[in-house]
């Protein structure tokens, strides 16, 4: 059983615009820290930005009017806290608490993912998905259910209806569809709005890659200021992760579809 949503979700959308707000971050830096939460709706993106760059607030306007379009954004930006900033002085360790879970891709994951694709390719509005053995539930905004039952006929498409979908019908928030990014494998934090010193983004991804290569169950837990997990220095783990999110496109891309894509 699983649910995906796609990259024109409220809550993926805001997801995106985290992750435009870290790449902007690395593009200052190498190493910078950062965590940002967003709030969009009803034509308001309200951010608030814990960092320890200089983020230029017309670079951010920007990049939420590419991925939002016409919203009005309510930016704001703090320093990180000292005694937190004070944990990565030297050294990098680990940036918090946490207990993760990396699980194979099942084939359950893998199909819905594909139909979501398949889906947002042709029609790249609001949509989610959910398969439960045979069972497809398909709820996809600014199509009509006749066209979709074409393509899927032995789905329930649409039950309510059809719909426009978007961040004026719905809020969307930061991290509120790990399920979708992260199908079985959701634990604590989210994967999203962080540099690569959080737990939350870089142990996920070594934890999701390892049960991949392994094809079992991974599960690690780390304490803020750790130096090493899993027998790896925590500087390995994040040139691992960063590697990971390189090769995706960046945290901007990464935040569309998550670890399951």
């Known amino acids: 059983m699983f649910e995906k949503v796609n990259p024109m979700h409220p809550d993926k959308i805001a997801d995106r615009i985290s992750g435009a707000i870290v790449d902007l971050a690395y593009k200052e830096k190498e190493n910078p820290k950062i965590a940002v939460e967003v709030l969009l709706g009803h034509e308001d993106c309200h951010v608030i930005i ?3 760059c200089k983020l230029n607030k017309k670079e951010i306007e920007k990049a939420i009017k590419r991925i939002a379009g016409d919203v009005i954004a309510d930016i704001k930006i703090v320093e990180q806290d000292i005694h937190l900033s004070k944990n990565q002085k030297g050294k990098i360790r680990c940036g918090d608490n946490g207990i993760f879970k990396g699980v194979p891709t099942s084939d359950e994951e893998k199909k819905l993912s594909l139909i979501a694709n398949e889906i947002y390719s042709n029609y790249p509005y609001d949509g989610k998905y959910i398969l439960d053995e045979d069972k497809l539930i398909i709820c996809q905004s600014n199509v009509s259910a006749e066209v979709l039952k074409s393509i899927y006929p032995n789905a329930i ?3 309510l209806g059809d719909w426009t979908g978007g961040y004026n019908v719905d809020t969307g928030a930061t991290n509120r569809k790990l399920g979708s990014d992260m199908g079985r494998a959701v634990t604590g934090g989210g994967l999203h709005g962080k540099d690569l010193s ?12 390892k049960a991949q290569e392994t094809g079992e169950i991974y599960e690690l837990s780390c304490a803020i200021g750790d130096e090493t997990i ?9 040139e691992i992760a960063r ?4 090769n995706t496109g960046g ?11």
């Open 230 to 238: 899993d027998g790896k220095p925590y500087s390995d783990i994040v």
């Open 157 to 159: 498409i649409n039950p």
């Open 50 to 52: 814990e960092t320890d």
């Open 251 to 261: 945290f901007e891309k990464f935040a569309e579809w998550g670890l399951i894509r």
């Open 198 to 209: 959080k737990a939350d983004v870089s142990v996920n991804i070594y934890a999701y890659l």
């Open 243 to 246: 590697e990971y999110i390189n």
